[in-house]
Every structure is written in C-alpha cells, then in structure tokens.
C-alpha cells in the first residue's frame, strides 16, 4: 500500500514517525475520512472546509490544503482504486518538538498522512438495519473540531461492540448529541430530526448531504434537540456517516424502534445518498 506522508508518496512500511511527534504525544492533531468512487473524492469541498476548519480552531499551521487534495487523488491512483468505492484517511498534527503542553516553535513543520484503502459497502447491514444503545457523552466542549482525540469516542465504541451494537448514541443532559462515529437523526412525527450545528456535534459532512436530499425529496426536516425518550418513541432512527452511509437503526437498549425494521424515510434517504456515494449503482444484499 502507498501512503502519503510528508509530502512523498511511499510504501506504508517505510513510513518512520517520530516518538516527539505531537499527534503521538498530545493526540495534537486533526484527521478527516472521506469517500471516494472511480477516482473522484466525494464531497471533497464539504470535508477540506472541515479541515481548515479544524486546523484553524486548534491553530495548527497547515497552509497546503490544495496540495493534500491533489496527493488524495494520486493517492487512489497509485493503490488502484480508480474504479469503486475507496476510503481516504488523513491527519496533520502539530509536528515534531520536544515534549511541552505549549505549542512548539511556530517554525515546526506538521505532520502530514494519508492513505486511501478500498471501501466495501456494509450492504447487509444497509438492509436489516442494526442495534444501537445510550452511553453518556463525556467528551470535551469542542466536538465541532475533528481531533485526534477520541477517547470519549473510543470508550464508548467499545461498549457498543461489547454490547454487540453497531454504535453508541451519545447522550448529554438527556439530550442525544450524536454516535460515536456517526451523526444521528430521527423521523418524529414525519419530520426529519437531527441535532443542530452546535460545538456538542461533529459538523457531519453525511448530515448536510441527507439535510439537503430531504429538501430534493420534500421530506420534512428540522436541526432540533432530541431527548432520549423521543428517540426511543420515534418512527424511524438512522446512524449517518461517510463510512456507515444512512445506516437504519432498528432497535435501542432492547426496543424496537418504529415497526422494528427499517422505515420508509430511511429507504428513499438511503436510495438517494448510497446511489450518489456507489456511482449511481446501487449495491444489493
Ligand atoms: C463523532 C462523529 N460524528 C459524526 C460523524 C460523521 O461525519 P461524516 O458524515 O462527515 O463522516 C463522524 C465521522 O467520523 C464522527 O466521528
């Protein structure tokens, strides 16, 4: 596998990070994912305004965001993955400087990396939908920012997989923020639900596609607070995410949601992104 790593391209195993690196050290960093098919990155403009949105927030100097871009698509040609579904990761950290909470010399180039690996579409799943349970939001004030720093969302991925879920809905002051790896929305009363933009949510780059496919659809939207006790009562529940797509949520903490499979909503919503995400082929089980 080719990767990119400070500005070369290179087998992944001759990448040497340094243990002084401040993603290493700190988790002084920020990443994005992205899809990707036939070569072409999706929502690319969506997931670089994240980016320098991210770096921006926590000040991390990084100016070659139109190089990166152009590296991700040499990227998917050198693995060849110029035909389907491929996955772009990448993370800038702060760079290499001795170990101090303060920022380093402003002089200290950050660390660039990025991979592209192919994607499989979880069709199954896609289709019969998945488990989900309630774990307490303990993460930082500032979900917005895409940083390296995951461990709310590392613990409470594990306790879903412990579980046997798909993910966690995190939950603060009976509130329903988001999942661990995904945004999550709801279908209450016929209108589309999901958490507004605030600093307690990732700006999902998934969310803004389906906000704006409920438009194309005349689907009913609102970007409201949703309590734990309307979740469980709604018609329909759905992860979203670049890697999860519309992902039906089917029952939480035991409970069927809606009828117990995957609504109506759900379907068209998920139609209409996997057709746009899979180059208009959509994928069966
Ligand atoms: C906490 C969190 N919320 C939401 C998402 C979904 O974001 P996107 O749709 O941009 O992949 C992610 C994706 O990694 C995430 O980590």
Redesign the pocket.
């Known amino acids: 596998m080719i990767v990119y790593y400070n500005y070369s391209f290179m087998p992944k195993d001759e990448v040497r990070i340094s243990p002084d690196d401040r993603g290493f050290l700190f988790g002084d960093g920020v990443y994005e ?1 992205i899809h990707a098919w036939g070569g072409q990155l999706f929502e690319a403009d969506a997931h670089f305004a ?1 980016l320098e949105h991210s770096l921006g927030e926590l000040r991390i100097a990084f100016r070659d965001l139109a190089r990166l871009r152009t590296a991700m698509e040499t990227l998917l040609l050198q693995n060849g993955l110029t035909q389907g579904p491929a996955r772009i990761y990448c993370q800038i950290t702060r760079g290499v400087a001795p170990r101090e909470h303060a920022f380093p010399d402003p002089d200290t180039a950050p660390t660039i990396y990025a991979t592209a690996e192919p994607y499989t579409p979880p069709v199954a799943l896609w289709e019969h939908g998945v488990r989900a349970l309630f774990v307490p939001d303990i993460r930082w004030g500032r ?1 917005d920012i895409k940083s390296l720093n995951l461990l709310g ?1 590392v613990l409470a991925t594990q306790r879903a997989k412990e579980a046997g879920a798909y993910d966690a809905i995190l939950v603060r002051d009976d509130t329903v923020t ?6 999550v929305c709801a279908v209450l009363d016929g209108t589309m639900v999901t958490h507004p933009l605030t600093s307690e ?2 700006g ?4 803004d596609v389906v906000l704006r496919l409920c438009h194309e659809l005349s689907i009913p939207c609102a970007e409201r607070a949703i309590t734990r006790t309307a979740l469980l009562e709604a018609d329909e529940v759905m992860f ?4 999860s797509g519309v992902m039906p949520v089917i029952e939480i903490e035991g409970q069927p949601i809606g009828a117990g499979r995957p609504g109506p909503v759900t379907r068209r919503l998920q139609e209409a992104l996997h057709s746009r995400m899979l180059g208009g082929a959509l994928p069966v089980d």
């Open positions: 994912v994240r979900c969302n988001e999942g661990s790896h995904t945004g949510i990732l999902s780059v998934t969310r979203l995410g670049t890697t």
